[in-house]
T-cell receptor
Framework: GAVVSQHPSRVICKSGTSVKIECRSLDFQATTMFWYRQFPKQSLMLMATSNEGSKATYEQGVEKDKFLINHASLTLSTLTVTSAHPEDSSFYIC??????????????FGAGTRLSVL | DAKTTQPPSMDCAEGRAANLPCNHS???????VYWYRQIHSQGPQYIIHGLKNNETNEMASLIITEDRKSSTLILPHATLRDTAVYYC????????????FGAGTRLFVKA
């Protein structure tokens, strides 16, 4: 299947710093990418939909100024957690939609980034 | 998108078939049934999807009832590595294509 690469896989940072997470579609172009957050023993929660060349669409309750999303190319979307605090510690997962004949409307997921804010 | 209902957990013996049910009684005519799984501390993995016909691939089979109100994911010969949370999702291919995850079924494959 298609590959979505997410980097870094784990990050530990001090409270108040900003953290950038990258999501790349390695062998297909993704006009739409998605960002999820997952707390321990819970399901994935959709944070936002990232569209190439336009502003991201955030789910209700997700602070757009806190979680900055940039989707500057058809293969790269980034999520920046600004001024991170311990409550932002979570497992962040990106996914990309492989549309059309390639992938037939399948969404592929990255391996996730575990963020720990001290 | 339609809501799905899955049992919270299931056990299966290694080497036996694992049959994971999913109810989606409010599914619309243009919504597909997707299955993903998430092994501990990893990103979800696509398994299979279908509209109304039964589907089979190298990982699993998907059986959708004629009225499309429920489906079953079948792992024909479960292994210990199939222990994971399995998510049943219904979604149209139009609109935002957002995938909303429910609680899923935690499958334990035991030796």
């Amino acid at each position: 299947g298609a590959v979505v690469s997410q980097h870094p896989s784990r990050v530990i940072c001090k409270s108040g710093t900003s953290v950038k997470i990258e999501c790349r579609s390695l062998d297909f172009q993704a006009t739409t990418m998605f960002w999820y957050r997952q707390f321990p023993k819970q399901s994935l929660m959709l944070m936002a939909t990232s569209n190439e060349g336009s502003k991201a669409t955030y789910e209700q309750g997700v602070e757009k100024d806190k979680f900055l999303i940039n989707h500057a190319s058809l293969t790269l979307s980034t999520l920046t957690v600004t001024s991170a605090h311990p409550e932002d510690s979570s497992f962040y997962i990106c996914s990309a939609r492989a549309g059309g004949a390639r992938g037939k409307n399948i969404q592929y997921f990255g391996a996730g980034t575990r963020l720990s804010v001290l | 998108d339609a809501k799905t209902t899955q049992p919270p957990s299931m056990d299966c013996a290694e080497g036996r078939a694992a049959n994971l049910p999913c109810n989606h009684s409010t599914i619309s005519g243009n919504e597909y049934v997707y299955w993903y799984r998430q092994i501990h501390s990893q990103g979800p993995q696509y398994i299979i999807h279908g509209l109304k016909n039964n589907e089979t691939n190298e990982m699993a089979s998907l059986i959708i009832t004629e009225d499309r109100k429920s489906s079953t994911l079948i792992l024909p010969h479960a292994t210990l590595r199939d222990t994971a949370v399995y998510y049943c999702i219904v979604r149209a291919h139009t609109g935002g294509f957002k995938t909303i995850f429910g609680a899923g079924t935690r499958l334990f494959v035991k030796a």
